[in-house]
């Protein structure tokens, strides 16, 4: 599965919209991009994911550029539950996840 | 709740002893993940089932670690002679291998402390 780069820390404020980008120029046509979160002490907390098209749902957006060498996850309002490491996968469908580091996400009131 | 359940949640256990978690993975879920996470660290794969068969196992997997999933069901993951580098928290989660991008769901984890 190709591999992901992430910024390793985040801010955003109480309430605005939190764009977390990600880059994975090695992907290749069948993988899909895949964001899961983590807030403390707990197991990762699937976001969403997608393949080709946008794709949102009632906790996030999600963009692949056209070329889908990269991508941004959307919370569009963000709250102070919101702080966590947010981890962007790429995997083709059936394969196991390797999770690298993440960005730390810090939502600031 | 029908999510992917561990136990225990929390296990202090001296060095050289034996522990054993179990999970639940979430019902007609026919794939089941292992994975270990230390502090700071994301979750590093450890093995996965297909049912009964145990179809993968990283190198992480020294031979003091044993996974089992005997009925296709739930799994238990055991440590034999632990070790303090052990320290961690292990998590189990599940998946389809239908559906559109096989989505994988997580357990809280069991957070495994030796000393």
């Known amino acids: 599965d190709a591999k992901t780069t992430q910024p390793p820390s985040m801010d955003c404020a109480e309430g605005r919209a939190a764009n977390l980008p990600c880059n994975h120029s090695?992907?290749?046509?069948?993988?899909?991009v895949y964001w899961y979160r983590q807030i403390h002490s707990q197991g990762p907390q699937y976001i969403i994911h997608?393949?080709?098209n946008n794709e949102t749902n009632e906790m996030a957006s999600l963009i692949i550029t056209e070329d889908r060498k990269s991508s941004t996850l959307i919370l569009p309002h963000a709250t102070l539950r919101d702080t966590a490491v947010y981890y962007c996968?790429?995997?083709?469908?059936?394969?196991?996840?390797?999770f690298g580091t993440g960005t730390s996400l810090t939502v600031i009131p | 709740d029908t999510g992917v359940s561990q136990d225990p949640r929390h296990k202090i256990t001296k060095r050289g002893q034996n522990v054993t978690f179990r999970c639940d993975p979430i019902?007609?879920?026919?794939?089941l993940y292992w994975y270990r996470q230390t502090l700071g660290q994301g979750p590093e794969f450890l093995t996965y089932?297909?049912?009964?068969?145990?179809?993968?196992k990283s190198r992480l997997l020294s031979d003091r670690f044993s996974a089992e999933r005997p009925k296709g069901s739930f799994s238990t993951l055991e440590i034999q002679r632990t070790e303090q580098g052990d320290s961690a928290m292990y998590l189990c989660?599940?998946?389809?291998?239908?559906?559109?991008?096989?989505?994988?769901?997580f357990g809280e984890g069991s957070w495994l402390t030796v000393v």
């Open positions: 989660a599940s998946s389809l291998t239908q559906g559109s991008g096989n989505t994988i769901y």
């Open positions: 090695t992907i290749s046509g069948n993988e899909y």
């Open positions: 997608g393949l080709k």
């Open positions: 996968i790429v995997r083709v469908a059936g394969n196991q996840f390797y």
């Open positions: 019902s007609e879920h026919n794939r």
């Open positions: 089932f297909q049912n009964e068969a145990q179809l993968e």
